[in-house]
């Protein structure tokens, strides 16, 4: 069977990730995103197993002694982790998975899954990054001004990704990702197995 391509997606709060990520979704069959596992409180509107799985930091802790994740992390005081299970699951079914993490996550992703695609979005311009962070309307001026400082230290790292993709125009910028996977499942190694048969009538192998 012709398996899937983990893609490891990364980008500044702000560029426009989670946009992004939900429109090519919208726009391809055969890919989805994986669930992460959080300790963090359920948020009203969102649904256990569809947003995130919600489990207690005892339990999540457990699953991290047992190699449950395929990466985590602590993010102020609540953790975040990829299952590895899941992730290999859709994989061995032929799906493209997409992993919505940060440059960090992604570097432990990379030791287990060598042959990941990695992506990083970045904003067109500070200039633009503020306005759209200041846009949200729900932070003070001093969380901005953090946000930016954390968002700067984040996109230092877009040369450890094999793609770069900068959202200024949106539709432009999806067209690019759809690029990158489109043309990965054009690969040799994922239409021979595809198109074995067709292979074989035509070369008469």
């Known amino acids: 069977m012709d398996r899937g391509t983990l893609y490891v997606i990364s980008a500044p709060s702000g560029a426009g990730k989670t946009s992004l990520v939900k429109a090519l979704l919208e726009s391809l069959d055969g890919i989805e995103v994986s669930v992460s596992h959080t300790t ?117 790292h877009y040369d450890e990704f094999d793609f770069v993709v900068v959202n200024d125009d949106f539709e432009q910028a999806l067209a690019e990702l759809r690029a990158i996977v489109v043309a990965q499942r054009l690969t040799l190694q994922r239409q021979a197995v595809r198109l074995r048969e067709l292979i074989a009538e035509l070369t008469g192998g």
């Open 40 to 156: 963090r409180a359920m948020r009203p509107g969102e649904v256990d197993g569809e947003d995130y799985h919600f489990v207690d930091a005892e339990r999540f802790l457990a699953m991290v002694v047992e190699g449950d994740f395929l990466e985590h992390a602590q993010v102020f005081d609540n953790y975040y982790g990829t299952s590895r299970q899941a992730v290999q699951e859709r994989l061995q079914r032929g799906h493209d998975v997409i992993l919505e993490i940060d440059w960090q996550g992604a570097r432990q992703v990379r030791k287990l899954f060598p042959d990941c695609r990695s992506i990083f979005i970045l904003p067109p311009s500070k200039a633009a990054l503020r306005e759209r962070l200041t846009g949200r309307g729900q932070d003070s001026e001093a969380i901005i001004e953090r946000r930016l400082r954390d968002a700067e230290a984040d996109m230092s």
